[in-house]
């Protein structure tokens, strides 16, 4: 019976759940990311320069982050 659904699900797609998906995903990208910065905020000067110390040279400059 599950390969019937999924077949079912694939040819005839529900677009509403798959944009409930998406939304689920980015919120939950946003949750790690609202975490992460907060956990950030009160971190002291000396354990932010451990944290960028431990990042890879190569991953340092891979990414540019722009407002």
Do not use: C, H, Y
């Amino acid at each position: 019976m599950t390969t019937f659904k999924e077949v079912w699900e694939e040819t005839f797609p529900n677009p509403d759940a798959k944009m409930a998906k998406r939304r689920k995903m980015r919120m939950e990208l946003a949750k790690m990311q609202r975490e992460a910065e907060e956990k950030e905020k009160d971190m002291t000067p000396e354990e932010l320069e451990a944290m960028e110390e431990s990042i890879p040279e190569w991953k340092r400059g891979a990414l540019a982050v722009t407002d």
